[in-house]
């Protein structure tokens, strides 16, 4: 019996990035991941009672349309982020959408962090600190604190795609700090790849008909 499992089993536009369009260096320097001027925790001034943020709070949509926040990065991996303490939303949580082409793989990477991956759909594998854990469609793949991580689509002819809820904002808000990228997002094409885009629409793509 796995006594630690990474994967528990559930029942049954920003500028998209095209491998033709720029050079490999262009195209990691707009690697999400790459950004220098990310906000991880935003800045809350004014008066001790804090009124004017609260009022701006409540005054803040609570629905985010997915039409109105694009995907980027690429070729072979894509993000749509939902929700970042910049968006003036939340100060505790980020939560986004990845997207992964037919053989795909994510950046290699640690954090101090823990994640959450909600697989939508496809078939895929986690390499954590050396070890592999195997998701599918329905299943929450934890990413558990200063783990060493990589993301694979084990489909060379479907894509695969995970709903990311993590709470790294708060982690940095309290001076835990430390996260390194050990490998970047890959940025030449793939075979298996070519002439995939990041399905925009989440009409009828997310579980099976009839369940699991």
């Known amino acids: 019996m796995n006594l630690d ?3 528990q089993k559930g029942g049954a536009a920003a500028a998209e990035v095209g491998h033709n369009s720029a050079s490999l260096d262009e195209l990691r320097a707009n690697l999400f991941h790459n950004k220098k001027d990310r906000v991880f925790v935003r800045g809350i001034q004014g008066e001790y009672n804090v009124t004017a943020e609260l009022d701006r709070l409540r005054a803040v949509p609570r629905v985010r349309k997915a039409k ?7 070729p072979l991996c894509f993000s749509r ?11 505790t949580f980020h939560m986004h959408l990845e997207e992964y082409a037919p053989g795909a793989f994510s950046q290699k990477h640690g954090h101090v962090n823990e994640a959450a991956f909600y697989i939508l759909d496809g078939k895929g594998y986690e390499i954590h600190d050396g070890i592999r854990y195997d998701w599918e469609a329905g299943d929450i793949a934890i990413v558990h604190n200063n783990c060493v991580h990589q993301h694979f689509n084990a489909q060379t002819d479907k894509p695969a795609r995970a709903l990311v809820i993590k709470t790294k904002p708060m982690y940095l808000f309290l001076n835990m700090l430390f996260q390194k990228q050990v490998k970047e997002r890959p940025v030449e094409m793939t075979p298996e790849a070519e002439g995939f885009t990041a399905r925009e629409i989440e009409e009828d793509y997310n579980h099976p008909k009839g369940g699991y």
């Open 5 to 7: 499992p990474r994967v």
């Open 68 to 74: 109105e926040t694009g995907f980027i990065d690429g």
């Open 81 to 91: 982020h939902y929700v970042e303490p910049k968006d003036g939303i939340t100060q």
